[in-house]
């Protein structure tokens, strides 16, 4: 009853495994390969003998990610996966193409716990963490089944990673591994709504990752009344663990806005949002944010997100505009697996 998912296994542990079965060394090396190129399924691992592929079967979890549902979006070709873990969880994984190559939207937990008002992830209720092992199979699976090769990847989906710290970094060191996927840590980017302490964690890992943060509001009373972990770590406090982080890494760091209309939205918020980011070697990105069912907030206008630009720009500030893909299949993370469990419930 506690078989690992095969994703979960590093190198040095299917070492081990051979050895322990009494098989030939190099056989490890072999197994490893087939997951770093998204097989699960030990009966398509063609070079290793029946007797290989059937204790893999026996002593670890082998479909630990099935695609439960794929939906391509008609407008611009992202594609949206929902994966079904193999004890009925549900995380989505949203492929999107660049002009710099594909990149990718992975969950780290199925459901999250931080309760963001205006997340649709939050309304859907917490499953549980993801291995590193499923989240590494987010990107090698996908790649299997588009043919593509992943230029990029944001750990952005469902979930808090910094809530799964353990697991989050487990699976950055195996996606960078050498011998594995040796995806550059350079093209991933870590979001997260604030968690403090792991933040300042995070920062002596010595990991060279983009990291982005949440923000949505300049003042603790506006931030707290929408992202709950506000009342735990207050501005002051969390812009402190970010100019630690730029200070010590010298890397620049990204604050994710979305705009929601009469919110957070005024003239006056982006003065307030410039006046407090002022100093921060950062960037801002803007959000047209996203709705679902039964929320409140309401995504600001066209002419509200373009004046908001307009407005820190003016200021100094280093700022873009997220640009929208797969609206027409739900791409935001957290609204089809909401639907879906919604529907189950009926």
Same mark, same amino acid.
């Given at each position: 009853?506690?078989?690992?998912?095969? @994703?979960?296994?590093?190198?040095?542990?299917?070492?081990? /495994? !051979?050895?322990?079965?009494?098989?030939? =060394?190099?056989?490890?090396?072999?197994?490893?390969? /087939?997951?770093?190129?998204?097989?699960?399924?030990?009966?398509?691992?063609?070079?290793?003998?029946?007797?290989?592929?059937?204790? &893999?079967?026996?002593?670890?979890? !082998?479909?630990?990610?099935?695609?439960?549902?794929?939906?391509?979006?008609?407008?611009?070709?992202?594609?949206?996966?929902?994966? =079904?873990?193999?004890?009925?969880?549900?995380?989505?994984?949203?492929?999107?193409?660049?002009?710099?190559?594909?990149?990718? $939207?992975?969950?780290?937990?199925?459901?999250?716990?931080?309760? $963001?008002?205006?997340?649709?992830?939050?309304?859907?209720?917490?499953?549980?963490?993801?291995?590193?092992?499923?989240?590494?199979?987010?990107?090698?699976?996908?790649?299997?089944?588009?043919?593509?090769? &992943?230029?990029?990847?944001?750990?952005?989906?469902?979930?808090?990673?910094?809530?799964?710290?353990?697991?989050?970094?487990?699976?950055?060191?195996?996606?960078?591994?050498?011998?594995?996927?040796?995806?550059? !840590?350079?093209? &991933?980017?870590?979001?997260?709504?604030?968690?403090?302490?792991?933040?300042?964690?995070?920062?002596?890992?010595? *990991?060279?990752?983009?990291?982005?943060?949440?923000?949505?509001?300049?003042?603790?009373?506006?931030?707290?009344?929408?992202?709950?972990?506000?009342?735990?770590?207050?501005?002051?406090?969390?812009?402190?663990? $970010? =100019?630690?982080?730029?200070?010590?890494?010298?890397?620049?760091?990204?604050?994710?806005?979305?705009?929601?209309?009469?919110?957070?939205?005024?003239?006056?918020?982006?003065?307030?949002?410039?006046?407090?980011? =002022?100093?921060?070697?950062?960037?801002?990105?803007?959000?047209?944010?996203?709705?679902?069912?039964?929320?409140?907030?309401?995504?600001?206008?066209?002419?509200?997100?373009? *004046? @908001?630009?307009?407005?820190?720009?003016?200021?100094?500030?280093?700022?873009?505009?997220?640009?929208?893909?797969?609206?027409?299949?739900?791409?935001? $993370?957290?609204?089809?697996?909401?639907? *879906?469990?919604?529907?189950?419930?009926?």
């Amino acid at each position: 009853m506690n078989r690992r998912f095969v @994703f979960d296994l590093t190198q040095k542990e299917l070492d081990d /495994w !051979v050895k322990e079965r009494g098989f030939p =060394r190099y056989r490890a090396a072999q197994i490893y390969q /087939w997951f770093v190129k998204g097989i699960q399924d030990p009966s398509r691992m063609k070079n290793l003998p029946e007797p290989i592929r059937t204790a &893999i079967c026996d002593d670890f979890i !082998v479909q630990g990610l099935t695609v439960e549902k794929e939906l391509t979006s008609e407008i611009d070709g992202t594609k949206k996966f929902i994966f =079904r873990l193999h004890d009925g969880h549900r995380v989505e994984t949203v492929l999107m193409k660049y002009k710099t190559g594909y990149s990718l $939207c992975i969950s780290s937990q199925a459901g999250c716990k931080m309760g $963001c008002a205006f997340c649709a992830s939050a309304h859907a209720g917490f499953g549980r963490d993801l291995t590193s092992g499923e989240m590494l199979g987010q990107i090698t699976v996908i790649s299997d089944i588009t043919g593509e090769r &992943i230029h990029s990847v944001v750990v952005m989906g469902i979930g808090e990673p910094f809530d799964n710290y353990d697991n989050l970094i487990a699976f950055l060191r195996a996606a960078n591994d050498p011998d594995g996927l040796n995806l550059g !840590v350079r093209h &991933i980017t870590v979001s997260t709504c604030g968690l403090v302490p792991q933040m300042l964690e995070f920062i002596c890992v010595n *990991l060279q990752v983009n990291l982005s943060v949440s923000l949505h509001a300049s003042k603790d009373s506006l931030r707290s009344s929408m992202m709950p972990v506000a009342n735990r770590y207050d501005l002051d406090t969390l812009l402190d663990a $970010c =100019r630690q982080y730029v200070n010590k890494t010298g890397r620049r760091i990204t604050f994710e806005y979305s705009l929601f209309h009469g919110i957070n939205d005024s003239v006056q918020d982006a003065r307030d949002l410039a006046g407090l980011l =002022r100093g921060i070697h950062c960037h801002i990105n803007l959000i047209a944010a996203n709705e679902f069912e039964g929320s409140q907030y309401k995504r600001s206008s066209t002419d509200h997100v373009r *004046l @908001f630009q307009q407005m820190l720009e003016q200021t100094g500030m280093t700022v873009t505009l997220r640009r929208e893909m797969g609206t027409d299949i739900m791409a935001a $993370c957290g609204q089809l697996r909401r639907g *879906l469990q919604e529907s189950e419930q009926k």
